[in-house]
């Protein structure tokens, strides 16, 4: 069975650019999250979707970072425009129903923001 | 918002000394997952913890819950060099329906 897929797995930008990053979650799973871990520290969420409806987006920066899940499988995850501070690793999971079951996590995205 | 801390940041050990890795939390936690990130990797799920004072083992590896549910600890016994990594604990309140990764705790084994 194929795992959570990302997509790019790196990228380098300057400041002010856009970028998106793309997660296809474990076929199945409708609850996808993603995620941003800079370095040395945990993962913190960003914003959890259970289909296509995002249910915990409050520590997604709106004024600068957007997602889509539409059909309820893929999902963008989108920063327009990056910043300096966005320098991290975007990681996408999936579960299967709620944050009672596990997770599993795609390799991730490395974000260089120059 | 709901803060996850653990205990020590940082451990190198001889291989074949043990490991422990402590997660409080200064409210009560419904249940409490266990991670383990391999230097340039993703989390990947170890286990989960819903009981008060539920204990539960994988191998060398012992995971516990404790009674007022506010600390989890995840032991390993006779340490390896596969068990290299940072260790995270993610716990959730319940009322806050999100899961919250604490700070890690980063394990070197030496030979």
């Known amino acids: 069975e194929a795992g959570v897929v990302q997509s790019p797995r790196y990228k380098i930008i300057e400041k002010k650019q856009p970028v998106a990053f793309w997660c296809n979650p474990i076929s199945g799973h409708n609850t996808l999250y993603w995620y941003r871990q800079n370095l040395g520290q945990g993962p913190e969420l960003l914003i959890r979707y259970e289909n296509e409806e995002a249910v915990d987006d409050s520590q997604l920066p709106k004024d600068r970072f957007s997602a889509e899940r539409l059909k309820g499988v893929d999902s963008t995850l989108k920063i327009q425009p990056a910043e300096l501070g966005d320098s991290a690793v975007y990681l996408c999971?999936?579960?299967?129903?709620?944050?009672?079951?596990?997770?599993?996590f795609g390799p991730g995205t490395r974000l260089t923001v120059l | 918002g709901q803060q996850v801390m653990q205990i020590p940041q940082y451990q190198h050990v001889q291989e074949g000394e043990d490991f422990t890795t402590y997660c409080n939390s200064s409210?009560?936690?419904?249940?409490i997952q266990w991670y383990k990130q391999r230097p340039g990797g993703h989390p990947v799920f170890l286990i989960q913890l819903v009981k008060s004072g539920e204990v539960k083992k994988q191998k060398r590896l012992t995971f516990q819950f404790g009674e007022a549910k506010k600390n989890s600890s995840l032991h390993i016994t006779a340490t390896q060099t596969t068990d290299v990594g940072t260790y995270f604990c993610a716990a959730n309140t319940g009322t806050a329906s999100k899961l919250t990764f604490g700070t890690g705790t980063r394990l070197q084994v030496t030979l």
């Open positions: 409210t009560t936690l419904s249940n």
């Open positions: 999971a999936s579960s299967l129903g709620s944050i009672y079951n596990e997770q599993f």
